[in-house]
Structure formats: structure tokens, C-alpha cells
């Protein structure tokens, strides 16, 4: 493999995500072991075996390890991360002092563990031995968070428990959050003896969800389902126009499926599709910034997106699924505008595609057959779902044996059907001509692969009328076992229908690749473990003191209120955090922070910004900072295995993910594109348009569309792009989006508006801290018919009206808008808190009506370019 520098890509993988440190003898079987233990303990707490085991011999301690089990991973993560992330350089041994850390760590973590009973007596009124416990438990963990993933995010955790210590020495700081400062007993206790701060959220997510999604990609990988994934993406797209760099899109939006890690992803499908991008044309940067916007974007794929779902679902509160719905249709269009972006480099450098044998696949046909893939599974759920249906009053709650059975039946037939073709091996790409494989025994070589990814989406999304959807924990273990089925049965299956005599060498080889799983997956987990325990410091800091009352007073004070100044701020803080944290622990934190002051200013601003977008919002840019320059390691990555300069990799993949950089704009102007409150055929409808205008502004920045674009033709390409993704804008400015009222009229139109019918409330009254007059809009759909007060009551608002309007009483604890009124305006001072109008929404032409003028100009500009094309633009 190429080197930059002195590191290759394997040694960034190493140093960045499992550990750089290589020993032998028993200080490796020790690591080794470590692993595997941490990963069969993880499979064993999903399943029901605690329960089962605990009520067999009354022993309470199995039933006793699941609700401990975040003590228990955080001792794991932190063991392996002394143990593997050398500190000082010692990376052929383990020196004394990590054998100390070890200890220590292990302690600190167990430590809360055999004494639950006692901490538990004494919540709050912390023992001398809990506070040293927690003093090396949180010392432990720094070092571990340093050695893995290196200095930034120790530096902002000591930033936030400094702020802990010595907020209360600020007057500013006293006066804005009323936070008086902490005792270093007091400090220890909230951050390590409870689960406000490093035992939080984040750290209970990274136990029940992340890790077995982190398992069940490591041991499809070593099963070698990582590779089938790289072959058919060859296969599929590497004839065409610069299809090497196509492949890599496909291959790596795959593997990212069920990767959490951007590095990771460079280097698993890199090492096969640079070389081959170089082969056929692409300069090193750019090949490499094609592998590195395609590894990094891996993370928008559902259903781990980098870990980040997960977090989703306990921070927003709601349902997986919800996220997935959200996050789909903005991945999807990513991608495909990612692959355009690659033919429209390959276009501008007349590069053609790989050979290959039999009959050529077009691009109509590698459409139909996409398309041809999601009917099947479409057909195959639903088969499936009417079997149950069919069997059920047959077999109460006994039907999944049949779908227990469907499922055998058809691994081993795929099975047998792969046993017909030669076995999807990896190539060397730097060896000789490489030509692109045929796709049919390629894909039917391995299709068996493609099942453990079906009973992870079919227990995720997929409902019957028996069957609720099982939680993400529950699904990843079911799909992570069936991928432990395949990866030990699946090589002397194969063996035995060819009628080969090595089917005992082939299982042994199998049960290999599984124990590689399960030590890689434990080795993926370190990274993440420590990163989410160091994470819950920063959310441990925000409960203790309202930190994110200071950093919100200051954005929105350097943003003079307005939101898109604020959006450019929030999307700058992320890149910067995430030039040196890992994407969860930028997402954990960026959004704890920001998240609300993006909701508060859109709110003051009119714009009533659901709380998944904003979260989106910040995912999206904490990714973009895996490729940016001059840390971003992604390209470091590639850089190894391209021989390109890691500098101008990073910054051409920044370049080609500007695209992504745009996506999330769009999640907080124009909601539809998350399929909030969107049905199916609008869905279809939004997608097509925000598909036909993502490739629009790929070709804007590309300068290149059916011939070289001149200045004013990508100025036009941008408006239309505007009014693609934007029409709502220029239909304001025809039409206002809103009747007002004020007064004793705005509550008879409260009163006589249709249930379910949003009605927008401007809020108005001085500032709880600062005493000045403040306004802020709150989104209500009346269900309740009768008066206003009946319908304005379920949200916990009470109105009277008298000369100074319609004055808004202080809200109950535990209503709607409680904490964002209470905590907000200040309901006893002489200046009272009113409602000063409502906004229904006016009737008006549909928006979609300014999509005619864009296709327009649109059309305008394919005839100037048409007559000056070079080549056909496909």
C-alpha cells in the first residue's frame, strides 16, 4: 500500500479508530481476548438469556448486568483503550503505568457497581471513597479520550468542567444562568456517581444500540459481505464513464450503511477503488476526494448514520423510525448528486469506463434494475407479511416460526445458487488490466449477504397487525445472529454442494471470521465508548450550570438575531469541532448546545423550526468536517492510498461535498424535503424535484453541465436551483402566507378555525433577563371544538383581554410551553405578557406553480449548451 509520509492508510485506520499499539505473545491475546469478551457480553445483554438465566437459578446477578451494563462497557472501552492506543510511543509493549490505568479504570467503573446499595442511600451526600473514586474515574477517562482520539475533545470537556468549578466566580456568568458555582464534591458526584454527566444518553446509547450495529458491520465485513458489496458496485457501474469512481459511490454508501466510522469506510473500499480510479484517468487528489466525500457521506445513510440515529431518537424523542423517514430521501439525493458530480469530472476529462466481458448494462437498464431491486424487496415484505396474516388464527402468536423458516429456506438456497459460481474474492486493482466483472455472478455469488441487512430492515420498519417493530437494540442483535449464522455456516455450505472434502477446513474458516468480527467490532466500539462517555461531561456540565444559556446568549448576540447569520455560526462551530472529534461526539455536542438556540431565534423570527431539523442541520455539517482541511483524517486516508498531497485531497473533497453542505439549509427552510408531515405521492413528487435540483447545483458548482458553463449560464443554473428547492420565497413575495388578527377577532378565529388547523401565536413581553420586549411565535393545531379558551387550554395557556390586548397568563408546570414561556418572560412585572396577533394560513395558489418558470430557464439553458457540446452528456 502507498505511503504518505511515513503513515499508511491501515496506520491512520489504527490510530484513529482501533489502536496503533502491536504487541505479541500474551499482552496480544490478552487485547485480543478482551475483545472477543466485550462482544459476546454485549450480545448476551440484548438478548433474553439474563432474564431467562436469572429466574432458572434465582441468581439476581444476570439480571443485575443489564441494568449496569453502561458501567460495564465504559470498563471495556477504557481497558482496551490503555491497552491499545499507546500514550508515550510505546508501541511494541505495554508499559507499567498503563497496567495502572487499567486497574484504576476498572475500579472507578466496578466501583459503582458492587456498592450500588450504599450510593444508593446516599444520593447526593457523597462519601470521601466516592469522591476519589470518581476523581480517578474521571482522570482515567480524559486520558483515555486523549490517547484515542487525541487532544481537541479533552480540551473542550476541561473547558466545560471548568466552567463547572469556577462559572460561579463570573458575575455575567451568575447573572445569566443564576449558577453559583460547585464543589469539587459535588462536581464528582453529578458527573460520575448518577446519570446526568458521563453515565448519561449518550454512553446508555453507545451500550444498547451503537455497538451491536458496530458488531454487525464488523462481522459482515470479515464475512466477507464488505467485499461482495465493492464487486457489485464494479460490476454494476464500472463500464461506464469513469465507472471506477462510481463504484466507489455505491460501494462506500453501502459499507456505510453499516459503518460508523468515515476512516474506516476510506480505507475498506478505498484500497480497491483509488487504484482503479488512478488507472483509468483520475489525478491522486481527486480520486482520493472521490473516496473520501463517498466515505464520509456513508454516515447520512441510514440505519446507523454514523451512530448519530440513535442519539437522534433519545434527543428529539421520537421514534427510530420517524428518524429514518427523515434522514432517507436527503442521503438518497446525496449520493446520486455525488455520482453526478463524478460524470460530470469524467466528462470534463473524456474518461471512459473499465472493460467488460459479455453484453455492456446502460444506464436505462442499471436504473431498471435499482428499481427492480426495490420492488422485489417490496414483494417479498409483503409475501412475507400475508403468510403471517394467513397463518396466524392457524398458529397464535407462533407465526414467526414460519417466518423463521421462510428465511432458512431461502439462505440456504442462495446459498446453493452462490455454490454455482466462482466465490466473490477480492482483486488486487494493482495488478495488471482489471476489468469490471459481470454482474450476475457477482451478485448471485454472494446474495445470501443481503439477508442479515433484511432482518435488520424488516424488524426496524416493517409492522403487522400481530407484530409491533422491534426497538433498534433488538433488531441489530436478531440481524447481528443471523449474520453470526451466516458467517459460520456459509463456507462449508458452499463446500458441501460443490461436493468438495474441505467443508471441515471451510467451517474453521468460518468460525475465524466470526471471532475477527467479534474482535474487530469490539475494537471499532473503543473510539466511540470513550467518546460518548466524554460527551456526557459536556452534557453533565449544560444540567449542572445552564451552559447553554451562556453560548446561546453569545451566538445570538454576534448574530444580531438573525437566523441564517445564526445557521452560517452553528454550521462554522461544527466544521471546527469536527476537524478533531469523532461525529458523535461533535453531533452530542454541538446539538446539546445549539439545538435550542436555533429553535429559540427561528421562533423569535416567526419560523417554527422542528426540533429534527435542527439536529439534522448540525449531523450534516459535524460530518462535512471528516474531509476538511487541515485535520481531516478521511483524507489523510486516502491520501496513503492514492500517493495524492492529504492538503489538496481534503480540500477537493470539500469541494465535491459543497452539495451536502446545501442540504441542510434546506432542512430548516423548506421541511418537506425531511418528509415532515408529507404523504407518499408528495413524497415521490419532492423528491424528484429536489433530486432534478441538487444535480442542477452540482453542475452550478462543477462549472460543467452539458458543456462548459459560462458565468451567467451557472448564475441562471443557480436560480433555478433557488426555485426548485425554494418556490415558498417568491410565492411570498405575491402573496402573504398569513391572515393576522389581533384582538377579541383573534380569538374568534381561534375559536372558528378547523381542527387541526395550525394557528400561529406571537408572543409578547419583556425579557425574563434582560427586561427588554421580546417576541417569540408558538405553533398550536386546536383539536378541541368550542370557544377559544377550551382549544388554547390543552396547551396550558390561559387568556383574558383588557386594554392592553389579549394578556397571556404564566403557564402550569408540566404544560406544553411551560419551560419555554416561564423560563423566557418575565409574567409579574408591570409590562404584561400578551398575544399580540395570530397568522392562519391564507389561501393561495400552490407553490409548485414557480416551479414552470425554472424548467424555463432551464430548457433555455440546455439549448445554449446543447450547441456547444463536445460529447454526449451521458
Same mark, same amino acid.
Given at each position: ?282 489525478? $491522486? ?225 468460518? *468460525? ?186 452540482? $453542475? ?121 414561556? $416561564? ?27 414557480? *416551479? ?23
Amino acid at each position: 500500500m502507498s505511503v504518505t509520509g511515513e503513515r499508511t492508510a491501515d496506520d491512520l485506520v489504527a490510530e484513529a479508530d482501533t489502536g496503533a499499539r502491536n504487541v505479541a505473545g500474551f499482552q496480544q491475546r490478552l487485547i485480543v481476548g478482551i475483545c472477543i469478551v466485550w462482544s459476546l457480553f454485549q450480545l448476551y445483554i440484548a438478548s433474553s438469556l439474563p432474564g431467562v438465566l436469572g429466574q432458572a437459578t434465582g441468581v439476581s446477578l444476570f439480571a443485575n448486568v443489564v441494568a449496569q451494563a453502561r458501567y460495564i462497557h465504559l470498563a471495556f472501552a477504557l481497558t482496551l483503550a490503555h491497552l491499545a492506543f499507546p500514550l508515550f510511543g510505546h508501541k511494541n509493549r505495554i508499559p507499567v503505568y498503563d497496567w495502572v490505568l487499567v486497574a484504576l479504570s476498572v475500579a472507578a467503573c466496578l466501583y459503582l457497581i458492587l456498592y450500588r446499595f450504599e450510593i444508593a442511600q446516599r444520593p447526593g451526600l457523597w462519601s470521601t471513597t466516592d469522591v476519589v473514586m470518581s476523581g480517578i474515574g474521571m482522570a482515567a477517562l480524559l486520558v483515555a479520550v486523549y490517547r484515542s482520539l487525541g487532544l481537541p475533545l479533552v480540551v473542550i470537556a476541561s473547558v466545560f468542567l471548568s466552567l463547572a468549578f469556577f462559572g460561579g466566580y463570573s458575575e455575567w456568568i451568575r447573572n445569566l444562568t443564576n449558577y453559583g458555582g460547585s464543589s469539587f464534591t459535588k462536581a464528582m458526584g453529578h458527573y460520575w456517581m448518577q446519570t446526568e454527566g458521563v453515565f448519561g444518553v449518550a454512553l446508555g446509547v453507545s451500550t444498547t444500540m451503537i455497538f451491536l450495529f458496530v458488531l454487525f458491520g464488523a462481522i459482515l465485513d470479515k464475512a466477507g459481505g464488505g467485499n461482495w458489496f465493492i464487486k457489485v458496485a464494479i460490476a454494476l457501474l464500472g463500464a461506464l464513464r469513469g465507472g471506477p469512481a462510481k463504484a466507489s459511490v455505491l460501494s462506500s454508501m453501502m459499507t456505510g450503511m453499516i459503518s460508523g466510522s468515515s476512516i474506516a469506510n476510506t480505507v475498506t473500499t478505498g484500497t480497491f477503488t483509488i487504484p482503479l480510479m488512478r488507472k483509468i484517468g483520475f489525478p $491522486a487528489e481527486k480520486a482520493g476526494a472521490v473516496e473520501v466525500a463517498s466515505s464520509t457521506n456513508g454516515q447520512l445513510t441510514p440505519p446507523v448514520m454514523g451512530a448519530a440515529a440513535f442519539l437522534m431518537v433519545e434527543y428529539v424523542n421520537i421514534p427510530y423510525i420517524e428518524v429514518i423517514k427523515h434522514a432517507f430521501l436527503p442521503a438518497v439525493i446525496s449520493y446520486i448528486a455525488l455520482l453526478y458530480i463524478v460524470h460530470l469530472e469524467s466528462l470534463k476529462m473524456g474518461l471512459t469506463g473499465l472493460k467488460k466481458p459479455g453484453r455492456q448494462i446502460g444506464v436505462a437498464m442499471i436504473l431498471i434494475l435499482f428499481l427492480s431491486g426495490f420492488l422485489l424487496v417490496a414483494a417479498a415484505a409483503w409475501i412475507m407479511v400475508a403468510i403471517r396474516a394467513l397463518l396466524e388464527p392457524v398458529m397464535p402468536d407462533q407465526s414467526i416460526l414460519a417466518s423463521l423458516a421462510i428465511l432458512a429456506v431461502a439462505y440456504v438456497a442462495l446459498v446453493w445458487v452462490a455454490s454455482r459460481y466462482p466465490d466473490v474474492k477480492p482483486d488486487d486493482p494493482n495488478e495488471g488490466v482489471v476489468e469490471a466483472p459481470r454482474l450476475t455472478p457477482t451478485l448471485m455469488g454472494g446474495a445470501y449477504y443481503a439477508l442479515p441487512i433484511l432482518v435488520l430492515v424488516w424488524n426496524l420498519m416493517i409492522r403487522t397487525d400481530d407484530l409491533d417493530r422491534l426497538s433498534p437494540a433488538l433488531s441489530a442483535f436478531w440481524a447481528a445472529v443471523m449474520m453470526i449464522i451466516v458467517a459460520l455456516t456459509h463456507r462449508p455450505l458452499k463446500a458441501l454442494f460443490r461436493g468438495e472434502h474441505h467443508a471441515t477446513s471451510e467451517a474453521v474458516a468460518g *468460525f475465524q471470521d466470526f471471532v475477527l468480527g467479534l474482535i474487530m467490532g469490539a475494537r471499532n466500539m473503543i473510539s466511540i465508548g470513550v467518546a460518548t462517555g466524554a460527551a456526557g461531561i459536556i452534557v453533565g456540565t449544560i444540567s449542572l450550570t445552564g451552559a447553554h444559556q451562556i453560548i446561546g446568549q453569545v451566538i445570538e448576540t454576534v448574530s444580531g438575531g438573525n437566523l441564517m447569520i445564526l445557521l452560517v455560526l452553528v454550521a462554522v462551530l461544527s466544521l471546527i469541532l469536527g476537524m478533531g472529534l469523532p461525529t458523535t461526539a461533535n453531533y452530542i455536542v454541538v446539538s446539546s448546545l445549539m439545538a435550542p438556540v436555533i429553535v429559540t431565534v427561528g421562533a423569535q423570527a416567526g419560523l417554527i423550526v422542528p426540533l429534527i431539523a435542527v439536529h439534522m442541520f448540525v449531523f450534516y455539517f459535524g460530518i462535512l468536517a471528516d474531509d476538511t482541511p487541515p485535520v481531516g483524517l478521511a483524507a489523510y486516508a486516502a491520501a496513503a492510498i492514492s500517493q495524492g498531497d492529504p492538503i489538496k485531497t481534503g480540500i477537493q473533497g470539500f469541494s465535491y461535498d459543497i452539495r451536502t453542505a446545501l442540504l441542510p439549509f434546506l432542512f430548516i427552510f423548506n421541511t418537506d424535503l425531511l418528509l415532515i408531515d408529507v404523504g407518499l405521492v408528495k413524497g415521490v413528487f419532492v423528491f424528484f424535484v429536489s433530486l432534478l435540483a441538487m444535480l442542477l447545483f452540482a $453542475a452550478s458548482t462543477q462549472g460543467y453541465f452539458i458543456a462548459k458553463s459560462r458565468w451567467y449560464e451557472t448564475v441562471a443554473l443557480l436560480l433555478v436551483v433557488f426555485m426548485l428547492f425554494r418556490p415558498g420565497f417568491f410565492l411570498d413575495q405575491v402573496e402573504p402566507p398569513y391572515r393576522t388578527y389581533s384582538g377579541g377577532e383573534a380569538l374568534d378565529q381561534i375559536a372558528a378555525s378547523a381542527a387541526g388547523a395550525p394557528v400561529r401565536l406571537t408572543i409578547s413581553g419583556p425579557d425574563f433577563d434582560t427586561g427588554r420586549i421580546a417576541e417569540t411565535t408558538l405553533l398550536i393545531t386546536p383539536e378541541a371544538d368550542g370557544d377559544a379558551a377550551a382549544r388554547l387550554d390543552p396547551y396550558g395557556l390561559t387568556v383574558f383581554e383588557d386594554e392592553a390586548g389579549l394578556v397571556l397568563e404564566e403557564p402550569f408546570p408540566g404544560t406544553p410551553f411551560f419551560e419555554q414561556l $416561564a423560563n423566557g418572560y418575565d409574567f409579574y412585572g408591570d409590562t404584561p405578557v400578551t398575544i399580540r396577533q395570530i397568522a392562519l394560513e391564507a389561501e393561495r395558489m400552490p407553490k409548485e406553480v414557480f *416551479f414552470l418558470p425554472a424548467l424555463l430557464i432551464l430548457a433555455g439553458i440546455v439549448a445554449l449548451q446543447w450547441r456547444r457540446r463536445l460529447q454526449a452528456p451521458f
